[in-house]
T-cell receptor
Framework: GENVEQHPSTLSVQEGDSAVIKCTYSDSASNYFPWYKQELGKRPQLIIDIRSNVGEKKDQRIAVTLNKTAKHFSLHITETQPEDSAVYFCAASPGDSSASKIIFGSGTRLSIRP | DVKVTQSSRYLVKRTGEKVFLECVQDMDHENMFWYRQDPGLGLRLIYFSYDVKMKEKGDIPEGYSVSREKKERFSLILESASTNQTSMYLC????????????FGDGTRLSIL
């Protein structure tokens, strides 16, 4: 089955700098890659997603890149702000699933230093 | 806006008890999911359902069962609770058709004593 690995597990960056979180997946048929943000004590919420026919997607300070050949995708946050502090999860949807089943990475705890 | 509601935020039960966690969504979504979240392990899928009365095992179904009698409600059942089932449980829903984002509830923090 699909396996998603996420690195790093913790990341600390200076406010205003960029943060990058990387994920790899094993199922070459995976075709949907969402990213979720979970603030302390709150539910995970979708922040951006990308489908396999697109190599890059950007939404204000957040961008995601996808390399299908290498089976990896990354989240880029520019000009980080204190409210970016949270746990971020990448995920991949196996190609054989018709029920939007997704497999999550283990998460990255991002801390923004003032 | 999609609303996924879990019946309890905090729950304390004893080993051997039968435990029911309830989840309701109000967006007529076909798919519903139960995850458990543990530090360093991310979100692990327990069971999911793509239609009423239909269910499929996720990655860690042992010790759990589910019920979906109505489209809007998905229940997780711990048949005989054990201490290693102490965890945060998250319910989610999504529209049918594949490649759709999931919408999560606030979670139930379950402690088994």
């Amino acid at each position: 089955g699909e396996n998603v690995e996420q690195h790093p597990s913790t990341l600390s960056v200076q406010e205003g700098d960029s943060a990058v979180i990387k994920c790899t997946y094993s199922d070459s048929a995976s075709n949907y890659f969402p990213w979720y943000k979970q603030e302390l004590g709150k539910r995970p919420q979708l922040i951006i997603d990308i489908r396999s026919n697109v190599g890059e997607k950007k939404d204000q300070r957040i961008a995601v890149t996808l390399n299908k050949t290498a089976k990896h995708f990354s989240l880029h946050i520019t000009e980080t702000q204190p409210e970016d502090s949270a746990v971020y999860f990448c995920a991949a949807s196996p190609g054989d699933s018709s029920a939007s089943k997704i497999i999550f990475g283990s998460g990255t705890r991002l801390s923004i230093r003032p | 806006d999609v609303k996924v509601t879990q019946s309890s935020r905090y729950l304390v039960k004893r080993t051997g008890e039968k435990v029911f966690l309830e989840c309701v969504q109000d967006m007529d979504h076909e798919n519903m999911f139960w995850y458990r979240q543990d530090p360093g392990l991310g979100l692990r899928l327990i069971y999911f359902s793509y239609d009423v009365k239909m269910k499929e095992k996720g990655d860690i179904p042992e010790g759990y069962s589910v019920s979906r009698e109505k489209k809007e409600r998905f229940s997780l059942i711990l048949e005989s609770a054990s201490t290693n089932q102490t965890s945060m449980y998250l319910c989610a829903s999504s529209p049918g058709g594949g490649r759709q984002p999931q919408h999560f509830g606030d979670g139930t923090r379950l402690s088994i004593l």
